[in-house]
């Protein structure tokens, strides 16, 4: 893993953090240019400077709190779960937008946070090195669990099971969201869903659609993530049921909308496909 290092300075009541870019380091411009053409909301905003000697990626983290400071305080599940969900989501619509993940610095001490929202901003740099800067998603979230501090007036079988699921053969980010939000309907915390969003990290509103083609399936298997049962086929319809990565269902018809009629533990619902094996 390649080492990084930053130099902090204030100008005036402003703070900022500069990258010095070496001779091993390749600028991607492509990746430069939309993040400063786009802005996108994952990302603080880069500021490319350059002098005789060298160029600099550089950006402003004025009153900004570090996903470090954050978890030194206390948290209830609500804030936690929040957290992982909008990293792992973050994280996904970074990939939509087509900027490398391995350009993300996934390191607590560069990952800000905005305490109200729960929502967090990275810092990007955009170079190609022979070193790899990414660290795994996994580790990350391992040792952030590991790292927060928790309401221990709260139940913390939630932290378990997220843990179990992490140390998983499974886990990948969707996942991750999948299981954070089933947590939050168990423990009746209200959350908004993510809104689908296409490559270009456009939110996608669908027009009336005629009914969905539907074909036979009578087979058992199992769920490949934990998995909301929802009542119809639409994330805005009633969970009747949470089923845990790994359980058996029975997959009834399957539909070309990306939707499959499933039995469960006796209750008849709808759940994705992608999330059956």
């Known amino acids: 893993m390649r080492t990084f290092n930053f130099r902090a300075r204030n100008i005036g009541e402003e703070k900022y953090l500069?990258?010095?870019?070496?001779?091993?380091?390749?600028?991607?411009e492509d990746v430069l240019d939309y993040c400063q053409?786009?802005?996108?909301?994952?990302?603080?905003?880069i500021i490319y400077e350059e002098d005789d000697d060298y160029d600099y990626l550089t950006y402003q983290i004025t009153g900004k709190t570090s996903l470090e400071e954050y978890i030194a305080q206390e948290h209830d599940c609500e804030s936690?779960?929040?957290?992982?969900?909008?990293?792992?989501?973050?994280?996904?619509?970074?990939?939509?937008?087509a900027i490398p993940l391995s350009y993300v610095l996934?390191?607590?001490?560069?990952?800000?946070?905005?305490a109200e929202k729960k929502t967090v901003q990275f810092l990007c740099l955009?170079?190609?090195?022979?070193?790899?800067?990414s660290v795994e998603?996994?580790?990350?979230?391992?040792?952030?669990?590991?790292?927060?501090?928790?309401?221990?007036?709260?139940?913390?079988?939630?932290?378990?099971?997220?843990?179990?699921?992490?140390?998983?053969?499974n886990f990948n980010l969707r996942g991750l969201i999948g299981l954070a939000e089933a947590l939050m309907e168990?423990?009746?915390?209200?959350?908004?869903?993510a809104g689908a969003i296409d490559a270009d990290g456009v939110e996608v509103v669908s027009a009336e659609e005629e009914a969905p083609a539907a074909e036979a399936q009578n087979r058992e298997t199992r769920v490949t993530e934990s998995v909301n049962i929802r009542s119809e086929a639409s994330t805005d319809s009633d969970r009747i049921a949470l089923a845990y990565q790994g359980d058996a269902i029975t997959q009834i018809e399957?539909?070309?909308?990306?939707?499959?009629?499933?039995?469960?533990?006796?209750?008849?619902?709808?759940v994705k496909t992608e999330f059956l094996e």
């Open 37 to 45: 053409d786009n802005a996108p909301e994952e990302l603080i905003e």
């Open 80 to 97: 936690v779960l929040l957290i992982l969900r909008n990293v792992a989501q973050e994280m996904i619509s970074l990939k939509e937008q």
């Open 18 to 28: 500069s990258y010095t870019m070496g001779e091993d380091c390749e600028l991607d």
């Open 137 to 169: 998603f996994k580790s990350f979230v391992r040792q952030l669990l590991a790292n927060m501090k928790y309401d221990v007036e709260e139940d913390l079988n939630y932290v378990g099971k997220l843990l179990t699921y992490i140390n998983g053969d």
């Open 186 to 193: 168990e423990e009746g915390i209200s959350f908004e869903e």
């Open 254 to 270: 399957s539909y070309d909308n990306g939707w499959s009629k499933v039995e469960y533990k006796g209750e008849s619902g709808y």
């Open 126 to 133: 955009p170079i190609e090195s022979k070193g790899a800067l």
């Open 106 to 114: 996934l390191n607590r001490g560069f990952i800000y946070v905005d």
